[in-house]
Each structure stands twice: as structure tokens, then as C-alpha cells.
């Protein structure tokens, strides 16, 4: 990763508002538009102290005739290398962009620093309290089930979170719960299936600094080969479970490196088993689970992990097909050990340590939260 500093001065006789008015609503999104520029951040310099002393005194007095900041602006640029920065600074675009700050900001000085490490996430030896305070993660599903589990139990632990579904009105009521809550969360309608609409909403999001996804969505339509509708059947469980999970990573792919982020999937324990008659689902998720190892190897290098959880039976309207007939729950419970259902709240726990720092040393996992389930 590679970051250009912009120190930006207002032109002499210029006030700070038309300064700020113009950078706000011209020259960032100007910048920040370019497909190059992996992200962007603009800081607006309120204050500037010189210490020269081992213990100033923060409530001093400013000396006198000082008249404000030397420096007005602070804005960072993240590029992927060397190459894609000098690509831009050699296009008619950045011929655009130096002309209307010199033109209306002022005097610009840059720097270029090799972004190392964007984010320290290597855990806290002086104690074990999981937190997602300072991130944002994207929850697909989150409207319902294990995924609105998800959402509300991530913004408890601190972080903002991103709520995407295809379902408006019950996204809209995990978006206003979590509210009450005290956290913070904001709703996209989206269908992950529509590979378009994922790079648009991470297009429109270009601004925001996501650190994780949770690609959760999915769909389980009872089916077997050779009856009626298993045709649609195969196609939507793929194109959701599987081809979610690609479109939404792909899309906000370059979100994650500028953060150094995470990606946590939702597999499934059906991924290792022939029993429950529906090859759609099962092999859907067994795509998963090789799309997070995979990928784990894949993103490394960029700082980007990938793990996933790997559910058993867990009660939510998507399984509730399953638990109709007696017989097929006694033959389910005598698989778990623990002998009972998981509840969507069962997964939180696994999900917040895999996206904290706890976990920073750990990527191509595939844990199961299943009562036991996969051992028998």
C-alpha cells in the first residue's frame, strides 16, 4: 500500500469557510473519484500547538498574534502500488484536480509514504474483552435469522455496523433496534445475487472505511434431483450462497485492503455431509468454505484474513422446513451432543472474535458452532 499526504495552506485573504466549502463539496469528491484511489480521507486542521517542553501544559494560553493553523487541510490518498499512484498523476484527471486546488484551495505540499501496517490489530496482552469498537463491518442477511443475530451482537460490541438485505421493511426494524441500543447501523437495500448492484453500493460507500465483511446471506430451498423446480432451485441457492458471497467480496475488495480488514463467511457442517437430500445447498456451501481458504491464501499479503463459521442446526425461519416432521428432529438431536438447537445469539460469540484482533493470527478457518454436531 501506498499513501500520499496533501498538506493544503488557504490562499492569503481567503476565509476558512469558503475554504472549507469549496474542499467539502469540489475538490474531495474531485480527488476521491478516481478508480485509483483506493480511499480517501479529508481532516480539517481546527487547531496547531508547538510543544517545546517534556510537560506542556495542554491549557496554556496560545502566544500572542497567533493567527491560526500554518496548514488548513490534511487529506490522504491510499493507491494499491507505486504504478496506479503515477497512472493518476499522469491522467488529464489529475491535471483537473491540481488546477482547481491551486486554483481554489491554495499552497499544496505532498508527501509519499509507504503504508506498512494501515491498522495495528495484534491483541491487547493485558487483557481478553473482545471489542469491534473504532470498526465498521458489513452484515449481508442482516434482517433476519442468524444474520440480524449478527448485526445487533457486532454493534454491542462496538462497531458500526452496515446492514444490507433484500427485505426493506425487517431490515429497517434491525437498522431502528439497534438504534435503541445505543449503537450505530445503517441499512442498503441489496440483492447479493445482483453482481451490479453489489459494485454500486460499494461504489456509493466509496467514502466509508469498512474493515469487515460478514457474508452472511443465503437461501436453503428444499429440493432433489429430479423434481419438480430444481432447476430455479440449484440456480438461486448458487447464485445467492455462493455467487453472494463472490459479488459482495469482489465489490468491496479494495475497501478491505485500504483497512487491512476482514472477510468472516457463512458456511455450513451440510458442507461436509451427504444426509439432508439438498445437493443445492450443501455444495453451495462447500463452496464457501473453499472460496475462505482460498482466499485466505489469496489476501494474505494484503493484511486481509478470511475465516469462516461453519453452523449446525440452528433455529431460524430459513431451517424451519427441518424441524416439521418428529421424527427427522429426534434423528437430528441424536447428532448433537449438546441435544438442543442452537439459537442464532449461539454464533456472536465466534463471529466478534474471529473480526477482532484476538484472532489476528488466524485466517483459513472454518469454525463450527453446532453443539457438537460435526464430531459424531
Given at each position: 500500500?501506498l499513501?500520499?499526504?496533501?498538506l493544503?495552506?488557504r ?39 508547538r ?35 503515477d ?7 489529475a ?44 452484515v ?50 441489496l ?42 432451485a ?13 459479488n ?21 457442517v ?11 445447498y ?13 482466499w ?20 431460524t ?13 429426534a ?7 449438546l441435544?438442543?438447537?442452537?439459537q ?33
Open positions: 500500500m499513501k500520499r499526504i496533501a493544503i495552506t490562499k492569503p485573504g481567503m476565509s476558512r469557510e469558503a475554504f472549507l466549502e469549496h474542499w467539502n463539496e469540489v475538490h474531495g469528491p474531485l480527488v476521491s473519484e478516481h478508480p485509483n484511489v483506493l480511499r480517501y480521507v479529508q481532516d480539517n486542521v481546527v487547531h496547531k500547538e510543544f517545546v517542553d517534556r510537560n506542556p501544559d495542554p491549557n496554556r494560553p496560545l502566544p500572542a498574534g497567533y493567527q491560526g493553523p500554518e496548514v488548513d487541510g490534511i487529506a490522504e490518498l491510499w493507491f494499491a502500488d507505486r504504478e496506479s499512484m497512472e493518476l498523476y499522469a491522467s488529464p484527471h491535471r483537473v484536480m491540481q488546477a482547481d486546488g491551486l486554483a481554489h484551495l491554495g499552497t499544496i505540499t505532498t508527501f509519499i509514504v509507504e503504508e506498512r501496517t494501515a491498522i495495528d490489530r495484534r491483541p491487547d496482552a493485558r487483557g481478553l474483552v473482545l471489542s469491534l469498537s473504532g470498526e465498521c463491518v458489513l449481508t442477511g442482516a434482517a433476519s435469522g442468524i444474520g440480524r443475530a449478527l448485526a445487533l451482537g457486532i454493534a454491542r460490541a462496538g462497531a458500526a455496523v452496515i446492514a444490507v438485505d433484500i427485505d426493506a421493511s425487517s431490515l429497517d426494524e434491525v437498522v431502528s433496534t439497534i438504534a435503541r441500543q445505543g449503537g450505530s447501523a445503517r441499512g442498503h437495500v440483492d447479493v445475487a445482483d453482481r451490479a448492484a453489489c459494485r454500486t453500493l460499494a461504489r456509493d460507500l466509496a467514502q466509508q472505511r469498512i474493515s469487515a465483511l460478514v457474508n452472511n446471506a443465503g437461501v436453503a430451498i428444499p429440493s432433489r434431483l429430479g423434481a419438480d423446480g430444481i432447476d430455479a440449484w440456480d438461486k441457492t448458487w447464485a445467492v450462497n455462493a455467487g453472494g458471497v463472490f459482495v467480496t469482489a465489490a468491496f475488495l479494495r475497501h478491505l485492503e485500504a483497512t487491512r480488514g476482514a472477510i468472516l463467511n457463512m458456511s455450513s451440510a458442507a461436509r455431509s451427504g444426509r439432508g437430500m439438498n445437493t443445492a450443501q455444495s453451495s456451501k462447500a463452496a464457501v468454505t473453499q472460496m475462505t481458504r482460498g485466505a491464501v489469496e489476501l494474505a499479503d494484503r493484511g486481509i484474513r478470511v475465516n469462516a463459521i461453519a453452523p449446525g442446526p440452528i433455529e425461519a430459513l431451517t424451519r422446513h427441518t424441524r416439521g416432521d418428529p421424527d427427522r428432529v434423528k437430528t438431536l441424536s447428532r448433537v451432543p441435544n438442543r438447537f442452537g442464532p445469539e449461539d454464533l456472536v460469540g465466534a463471529a466478534v472474535f474471529l473480526l477482532s484482533g484476538h484472532a489476528a493470527f488466524i485466517t483459513g478457518s472454518v469454525l463450527a458452532v453446532d453443539g457438537g454436531f460435526d464430531a459424531t
